[in-house]
């Protein structure tokens, strides 16, 4: 099967704009998951979707946004960007049986924002 | 409550040598932990998973054992090579049947040869 992956890879954006990430999920996973990772704060949990459901929700302001597609796709987006934005964002996919809590790590986008 | 915490932050091993890193957790009520390993560039690869109802679990050079008791957890990585030069975190998954990940700030490991 095909990994999770995300597009793009690399974004540069200015303050004040909004950005939208896109992740694909391994093929038959329904649930899936957003952090961002900055080297100050680490791996922080943004949001999950499940079934199209946003099921849970980390601490970001409103500016995070996401959702899901009825093919599990997901997109994050974020609005009026702030410097403090520029990080690692990663998504990652889980299956709907068996071993529910294992996930799988796309690449990742890097945004930066100037 | 919600905080994992990960040591040393970095680590030096000479190869053949055993890395060894540390977690602790609060909240009692984590169910699921699990090891990730990054290598720069790319993102999270799972490495191992282990459930508080089981003391040790091992997968060829990599061990996890747990300490419910002391709520701690860590990972021991055997014969390490070069290779295994990356960054590891652990982490812990809050009950209720979500996948929210709580990780561990991260520990950055060198294997000299």
């Known amino acids: 099967k095909a990994g999770v992956t995300q597009t793009p890879r690399y974004l540069i954006k200015t303050r004040g704009q909004q950005v939208t990430l896109s992740c694909s999920p391994i093929?038959?996973?329904?649930?899936v998951s957003w952090y961002q990772q900055t080297p100050g704060q680490g791996l922080q949990f943004l949001f999950e979707y499940f079934s199209e459901t946003q099921r849970n929700k980390g601490n970001f302001p409103g500016r995070f946004s996401g959702r899901q597609f009825s093919n599990s796709r997901s997109e994050m987006n974020v609005s009026t960007l702030e410097l403090g934005d520029s990080a690692l964002y990663l998504c990652?996919?889980?299956?709907?049986?068996?071993?529910?809590?294992?996930?799988?790590f796309g690449p990742g986008t890097r945004l930066t924002v100037l | 409550q919600q905080q994992v915490k990960q040591s040393p932050q970095s680590l030096i091993v000479q190869k053949g040598g055993i890395s060894i890193i540390n977690c602790a957790y609060e909240n009692t009520a984590f169910d699921y932990f699990p090891w990730y390993q990054q290598f720069p560039g790319k993102g999270p690869a799972l490495l191992i998973a282990i459930r508080p109802d089981v003391s040790e679990k091992k997968e060829g050079r990599f061990t996890i054992s747990f300490n419910k008791s002391a709520k701690q957890f860590s990972l021991h990585i055997m014969d390490s090579q070069p290779g295994d030069s990356a960054t590891y975190f652990c982490?812990?998954?809050?009950?209720?049947?979500?996948?929210?990940?709580?990780f561990g700030a991260g520990t950055r490991l060198a294997v000299h040869p």
């Open positions: 093929s038959g996973h329904r649930s």
């Open positions: 990652a996919s889980s299956p709907s049986s068996g071993n529910t809590d294992t996930q799988y």
């Open positions: 982490a812990a998954k809050p009950p209720g049947g979500y996948n929210k990940l709580i």
